[in-house]
């Protein structure tokens, strides 16, 4: 009798130890995401340009990574009418063609676009600007 009670008390104390262990691992490891989502600061992107929108989906637990996918979508910097030489006016000024601009701004964000920067915090981007797909990074695609 007194043998299967130091058995159980063993067991007790394995158990207890592992999930304290375990408890003591998964918080260590939400907290090391958390502060990659507070060093990367998706809320200060683009926070000039309003309506831009940045959805995320959360990594898996057992991912190294915060986000599984990231998606920033991006109206457009030039507002219609902005090269409007008069108000409700369909004539326009051509000292800075809205069009060219925006061409410019897309060339822009492919060329700043950085994917090793990127795959340290997600698997996957999307960056859509005047609901065209800009960007469409998969770290899946490497592999």
């Given amino acids: 009798m007194e043998k299967d009670n130091k058995w159980g008390i063993r067991l007790f104390i394995a158990l207890t130890v592992g999930c304290a262990a375990s408890a003591f691992l998964g918080y260590r490891e939400y907290s090391q995401k958390e502060i990659m989502k507070q060093e990367l600061n998706l809320n200060g992107l683009f926070i000039n340009i309003k309506g831009v929108e940045i959805d995320t989906t959360n990594g898996e637990f057992f991912s190294e990574k915060p986000y599984k996918d990231i998606t920033i979508k991006i109206p457009s910097i030039a507002s219609t009418g902005d090269d409007a030489t008069k108000e409700n006016d369909d004539q326009v000024n051509q000292i800075l063609?809205?069009?060219?601009?925006?061409?410019?701004?897309?060339?822009?964000?492919?060329?700043?676009?950085?994917?090793?920067?990127?795959?340290?915090?997600?698997?996957?981007?999307?960056?859509w600007y005047r609901d065209h797909k800009i960007i469409d990074f998969s770290s899946y695609d490497e592999k």
Avoid: C, M, P
């Fill in 97 to 127: 063609d809205r069009e060219k601009l925006d061409k410019g701004f897309s060339t822009w964000l492919v060329n700043t676009f950085d994917q090793d920067f990127a795959s340290i915090y997600t698997d996957k981007v999307q960056v």
